[in-house]
């Protein structure tokens, strides 16, 4: 039988930016910010990113040892080999992500926005879904996924209005099936 043994850690980064003049005029830039390790709720201030990264490889190698502690010594070794391979590629990913979005921050953006509204649709198509079992009809929700936010709370309510009154009336048909 094969044993999975996952686990999860997320991290909340919060970076702000000080533009700045030095006395000779010279513009300089600073990062702020703190990071959290959501399992721990453990916080660091940080002003470089070797601060994240080190907090970030910190959690995660806790994590990874915690998890093979029970394993034959050979096993440990392939694991931790395995694990510093996926870390050799997010440290050449890692800067060219980052450069990429000071660069153009409007094509990241995009390209987010993207994800975001894919994600919407592939939504949109199991709400749909989940009517038309319920109503037996098939609602459009597409044209919806552009609105405003206001838009889309109110399209929420209404479609948790319609579902309850589907419920009530799901439950009337079986009481008039009883009789």
Same mark, same amino acid.
Request: overall charge neutral; charged content about 30%.
């Given at each position: 039988?094969?044993? &999975?043994?996952?686990? =999860?850690?997320?991290?909340? +980064?919060? +970076?702000?930016?000080?533009?700045?003049?030095?006395?000779?005029?010279?513009?300089?830039?600073?990062?702020?910010?703190?990071?959290?390790?959501?399992?721990?709720?453990?916080?660091?201030?940080?002003?470089?990113?070797?601060?994240?990264?080190?907090? #970030?490889?910190?959690? @995660? !190698?806790?994590? =990874? %040892? $915690?998890?093979?502690?029970?394993? *034959?010594?050979?096993?440990? $070794?392939?694991?931790?080999?395995?694990?510093?391979?996926?870390? /050799?590629? #997010?440290?050449?990913? =890692? *800067?060219? +992500?980052?450069?990429?979005?000071? /660069?153009? *921050?409007? $094509?990241?953006?995009?390209?987010?926005?993207?994800?975001?509204?894919?994600? %919407?649709?592939?939504?949109?198509?199991?709400?749909?879904?989940?009517?038309?079992? /319920?109503?037996g009809g098939k609602i459009? @929700?597409? !044209?919806?996924?552009?609105?405003? $936010? *206001?838009?889309?709370?109110?399209? +929420?309510?209404? @479609?948790?209005? %319609? &579902?309850?009154?589907?419920? /009530? @009336?799901?439950?009337?048909?079986? &009481? %008039?099936?009883?009789?």
């Amino acid at each position: 039988m094969v044993e &999975n043994k996952e686990e =999860t850690a997320s991290f909340v +980064l919060r +970076l702000s930016q000080k533009i700045y003049k030095e006395e000779n005029g010279e513009a300089q830039i600073q990062w702020r910010g703190n990071i959290r390790h959501v399992q721990s709720g453990q916080e660091a201030r940080l002003s470089s990113f070797e601060a994240v990264q080190d907090f #970030v490889q910190s959690k @995660l !190698s806790d994590l =990874t %040892l $915690k998890a093979i502690e029970d394993k *034959p010594e050979d096993e440990q $070794k392939g694991i931790i080999a395995k694990s510093f391979d996926f870390w /050799k590629k #997010v440290a050449n990913a =890692t *800067p060219k +992500l980052v450069i990429d979005s000071i /660069k153009d *921050p409007k $094509k990241q953006a995009h390209h987010i926005q993207e994800q975001i509204q894919e994600q %919407l649709y592939q939504f949109s198509d199991v709400i749909s879904h989940k009517i038309e079992e /319920k109503i037996g009809g098939k609602i459009d @929700l597409e !044209s919806y996924l552009g609105s405003s $936010k *206001p838009e889309m709370k109110q399209m +929420l309510q209404m @479609l948790v209005t %319609l &579902n309850e009154k589907v419920d /009530k @009336l799901n439950t009337q048909m079986e &009481n %008039l099936k009883k009789k």
